[in-house]
């Protein structure tokens, strides 16, 4: 009975779940089928391990690249052109198939479930399709997997569109494609469509439903007849996935009326579950299955706990809302929310074991659709995945010392999680986030700072818009031992700013022991490349302590390190009071130091290699005075290696050396290595 009430629960998840004899689970210690082989290319970030040994988020499954597996598919890439597949991908490539072509990896390690990465194109006039893609392992245990691109494929000027045929959004912005104002110029410009696609990619999870040795075959294969022309494959994650975890002692949403097969909406159950475990003193259980809810639960003073993300799995449906609501949302959706800060935000609240599975497919930012919001003191947020939102979890402070620990954020419209105003005392530590539409971890003191937060060893994977890790004022915060891969566009791996109406950074800003690769993306706008870290004074200077040590940046398609201003306010604002040290960067397209801004920064023990042009870029701020660049860089010794010009930082730059070339050629590092 126990077996036949587990099947059930599984399917109401939403999962496919491949067939597996009936003497098969789905939990560790089961019988294991198939022959070892030789190890399968294991990567973290596309990347030897070994290069980002101790950075980023220590997670459950292994990472395999579709280029490094076997196929007879086609190989897309490398390339960094932004709005093209191969930008979007992990590593910057990927396999693309057409019907009847494969891609096979090969597990490193015992499993029982995987996650695919993949696009398929849109639906012609937007709005995206659904196709097929077979699984095997070894050969057998057959199921298939309904891909979808109905939460990908935006397109023109943010907040983007879903139609492909659209006009400009904004005709009287400036756009790169002609170099003007489409509506102030005459002739008007002919705007190729569709403009900017982007956002290409999404993922899908599968419980094998038998658990899988190291060296088995897992076959993905596009089926013949299928409607999809293509379908690229960008990574396979496998995974040994623990049994539903239960607790008995408990309030039961089931036991107030929760459908976990998802066929009615069990948002009032959740609420009676959560008001009962309140008076009894008890934690809310929510037990294997797929449970509709199509609005926020709002939570204060109150533990939920799901059986695990791969079984407990709450989905909702993006719902129109009649009018808007107070805060100009126009939609309301799925997320567990505490209370408005307004209105003393919530406490005591613990999340943990679950999924959100959200259907937000448009960006509309007044819009709160987000997996988990509001304001949450003295709270816990754990192992959950949080997919298809708009945002996976933004804050809106005042609020103080909440952890976020252990989630996986995914396909997002937009941030994969912001602090916003006031959030202070608060960790942000070894969640994974891959394909936010904007910063995939962002602190935005707007009005009032947040202070005293850090965001450490995290994992963040092909940001498509904006930042990894984005810091927008506040006081002593810090950025330590993350790992941040593939930034695309508009944007890069590491940014502090004075943007957006935020208060001023105050106190020490420290960004320590981090990992980039494939970053220093091309800026659409200014047309040029920033750095993997770039600092930028827009609204007001910078002039607290900034400290940049034991960082690592790897392959950077253009300056590893960018001090910038906004040319309108270039002689307004500077940045100062900033120190480098202890510092690797492993190719550059460019320079190591790129300054655009008036103001100085230190540099100690930064070693450099493979760089592709002139070691410092110093255009200070475009005076070009007889006595020197605006921008001095001190050097404190240790500064070793270069590239093709000689010493990165060397004597004849020092310490404010016009060297200015605004777009030189880029030059192609060699892939990291080892120290």
């Avoid at 023109?156 to 509506?183: K, M």
């Avoid at 705007?191 to 060296?215: K, N, V």
């Avoid at 939920?304 to 949302?329: C, F, H, M």
Wanted: glycine fraction near 10%; charge should be negative; proline fraction near 6%.
């Amino acid at each position: 009975m126990k077996k036949a009430l587990l099947a059930v629960a599984l399917a109401a998840t939403g999962l496919v779940v491949l067939q597996a004899p009936a003497s098969a689970a789905v939990h560790p210690g089961d019988r294991v089928t198939g022959a070892g082989a030789a190890s399968p290319a294991v990567t973290r970030a596309a990347l030897d391990p070994a290069l980002v040994a101790g950075r980023g988020a220590s997670v459950d499954f292994a990472e395999q690249e579709a280029e490094k597996a076997a196929t007879n598919g086609a190989v897309i890439g490398p390339d960094r052109t932004a709005y093209t597949l191969p930008a979007e991908a992990s590593g910057r490539s990927a396999v693309k198939l057409t019907p009847g072509q494969y891609v096979e990896f090969t597990l490193p390690s015992a499993a029982n479930a995987i996650t695919v990465r993949y696009s398929i194109p849109d639906a012609p006039n937007g709005g995206g399709i659904t196709a097929p893609l077979d699984v095997t392992v070894n050969g057998r245990d057959r199921a298939t997997m309904t891909l979808t691109s109905q939460y990908a494929w935006l397109y023109n000027q943010y907040p983007f569109s879903n139609d492909p045929d659209a006009g400009l959004l904004h005709p009287d912005w400036w756009i790169t494609e002609c170099s003007c104002v489409p509506n102030a110029t005459t002739p008007a410009p002919a705007i190729t469509t569709p403009f900017r696609p982007s956002h290409f990619y999404d993922e899908q999870r599968l419980l094998l439903g038998h658990t899988y040795r190291a060296g088995d075959k897992v076959r993905l294969t596009v089926p013949s007849g299928s409607k999809a022309a293509w379908t690229v494959v960008d990574l396979l994650d496998s995974q040994l996935v623990g049994p539903p975890k239960v607790n008995v002692l408990a309030a039961n949403v089931l036991a107030f009326g929760a459908d976990p097969l998802g066929r009615r909406d069990s948002a009032d159950a959740f609420d009676k579950a959560i008001a009962f475990a309140k008076r009894a003193h008890l934690k809310v259980y929510v037990p294997p299955g797929t449970y509709q809810v199509n609005r926020h639960i709002i939570v204060d003073r109150v533990t939920i706990e799901g059986a695990g993300n791969w079984y407990t799995i709450i989905k909702g449906r993006q719902v129109d809302l009649p009018t808007p609501a107070p805060d100009g949302s126009v939609h309301t959706g799925v997320g567990f929310y505490g209370k408005d800060a307004s209105a003393g935000g919530s406490t005591d609240v613990h999340l943990s074991g679950f999924a959100i599975e959200g259907d937000v497919r448009e960006r509309v930012d007044t819009d709160q659709v987000n997996g988990v919001g509001g304001a949450m003191s003295d709270s816990t947020v754990d192992g959950l995945y949080i997919h298809h939102t708009k945002v996976g979890l933004w804050f809106d402070g005042p609020m103080k010392n909440t952890r976020i620990t252990n989630n996986v954020v995914a396909d997002q419209i937009a941030d994969g999680l912001n602090f916003h105003t006031g959030v202070t005392g608060s960790v942000v530590s070894n969640n994974f986030i891959r394909n936010t539409g904007d910063d995939a971890l962002a602190m935005w003191s707007e009005k009032t700072a947040d202070a005293g937060n850090t965001f450490d060893h995290n994992t963040i994977q092909t940001p498509v818009l904006a930042n990894g890790i984005a810091i927008y004022g506040g006081a002593d915060n810090t950025i330590s031992g993350n790992l941040v891969a593939d930034p695309i566009r508009e944007g890069s791996a590491i940014h502090a700013g004075t943007r957006f109406g935020a208060e001023p950074f105050t106190g020490t800003l420290a960004i320590k022991d981090n990992t980039t690769v494939r970053a220093g993306t091309f800026e659409l706008n200014w047309k040029i490349g920033l750095g993997a870290i770039w600092l930028y004074a827009l609204e007001k200077s910078m002039d607290a302590n900034v400290q940049v040590t034991g960082d690592d940046f790897l392959d950077n398609t253009y300056n590893a390190i960018m001090l910038v201003s906004d040319f309108g306010v270039k002689d307004l604002y500077s940045i100062t009071n900033v120190h480098f040290k202890d510092i690797k960067v492993d190719g550059t397209g460019t320079s190591v130091v790129s300054a655009r801004v008036k103001g100085s920064a230190s540099f100690q023990n930064v070693d450099a290699r493979n760089v592709g042009a002139v070691g410092v870029n110093n255009c200070g701020s475009f005076n070009f005075p007889p006595t020197g660049s605006e921008f001095s860089l001190q050097d404190l010794g240790g500064n070793d290696g270069g590239g093709t010009t000689g010493p990165w930082l060397a004597a004849w730059e020092l310490p404010n050396t016009i060297t200015c070339d605004d777009r030189p050629p880029v030059v192609a590092p060699p892939a990291p290595s080892p120290w």
